[in-house]
T-cell receptor
């Protein structure tokens, strides 16, 4: 089934540890996004990429980094996790601008202790 | 930046109609989206408006007024499975999509 695959599904991480959340798409969409979702705050954009080789900062980029070496993979790295990064993380893709909606992966639930 | 407001919660009876309002202030506008999100699941796309007016898709309709920075999602003939969060999102002048905090709709028998 075409779509976005995120891994892991959930993770408990000690503060100060490094963690990479994986995102892989098979729809060949140009744009990929990372959002975090917190109760009462909704979905907030962390980083995005409009095409392979380019990335941009979203609303809440601090503490996170991304890379886009190819079309299909868009990993999100937490260099040194802190408890405030406890959240549900969604990777999403779209064909581009205009009417093209975001297609979301199933999310990664991350708890930083 | 974006400022997107929608009510936190709404409750309605099975078979009834519910209207979820969304107001926005954005630095650019390239369309407004509505998403549905069931608890513990990913958001799924419902509708898209870029021009003023009403877009109808079965039991769901979405309206946009760009001059007022206003949209609503209308859910008709409510079913129990419609209990979910509904997210209003605005695409700004480039690729980015900003979301409101979401409206939790509870459908009661």
């Amino acid at each position: 089934i075409a779509g976005i695959t995120q891994a892991p599904t959930s993770q408990i991480l000690a503060a100060g540890r490094r963690m990479t959340l994986r995102c892989t798409q098979d729809m060949r969409h140009n744009a990929l996004y990372w959002y975090r979702q917190d109760l009462g705050l909704g979905l907030r954009l962390i980083h995005y990429s409009t095409t392979a080789g380019t990335t941009g900062k979203g609303e809440v980029p601090d503490g996170y980094s991304v890379s886009r070496a190819n079309t299909d993979d868009f990993p999100l790295t937490l260099a040194s996790a802190v408890p405030s990064q406890t959240s549900v993380y969604f990777c999403a893709s779209s064909e581009g601008q205009g009417a093209s909606p975001l297609h979301f992966g199933n999310g990664t639930r991350l708890t930083v202790t | 930046g974006q400022n997107i407001d929608q009510p936190t919660e709404m409750t309605a009876t099975e078979g009834a109609i519910v209207q979820i309002n969304c107001t926005y202030q954005t630095s650019g506008f390239n369309g407004l989206f509505w998403y549905q999100q069931h608890a513990g699941e990913a958001p799924t796309f419902l509708s898209y408006n870029v021009l003023d007016g009403l877009e109808e898709k079965g039991r769901f309709s979405s309206f946009l007024s760009r001059s007022k920075g206003y949209s609503y999602l209308l859910l008709k003939e409510l079913q129990m499975k419609d209990s979910a969060s509904y997210l209003c999102a605005v695409r700004d002048s480039d690729y980015k999509l900003s979301f409101g905090a979401g409206t939790t709709v509870t459908v009661r028998a």
